[in-house]
């Protein structure tokens, strides 16, 4: 079953659909999103295309964040 979200969730994207997708799935987050945001106890901590977001985080709770799903 998540395979076919996935899936629905990329052709979707590639038709270039607005969508706002709220997952911890940070694989998915970095291959369909064009801009991605961090929240953090509610709050926005980051936000920015993926390569910058996945790429070289500008914040401690999102590099442990990232660190600790280790999918990126």
Same mark, same amino acid.
């Given at each position: 079953?998540?395979?076919? &979200? &996935?899936?629905?969730?990329? %052709? =979707?994207?590639?038709? $270039?659909? /607005? *969508? #706002? #997708?709220? /997952? $911890? %799935? *940070?694989? =998915?987050?970095? %291959? &369909?999103? %064009? $801009? &991605? #945001? +961090? =929240? $953090? @106890?509610?709050? #926005?901590?980051? @936000?920015?295309?993926?390569?910058?977001? +996945?790429?070289?985080?500008?914040?401690a709770r999102l590099r442990q964040f990232l660190s600790a799903t280790s999918d990126c």
């Amino acid at each position: 079953m998540q395979q076919e &979200v &996935v899936r629905v969730i990329k %052709d =979707l994207a590639a038709e $270039h659909r /607005t *969508m #706002i #997708i709220v /997952t $911890h %799935d *940070m694989r =998915l987050a970095a %291959d &369909v999103c %064009d $801009h &991605v #945001i +961090f =929240l $953090h @106890q509610g709050r #926005i901590e980051e @936000q920015g295309p993926p390569a910058q977001i +996945f790429g070289a985080p500008q914040t401690a709770r999102l590099r442990q964040f990232l660190s600790a799903t280790s999918d990126c």
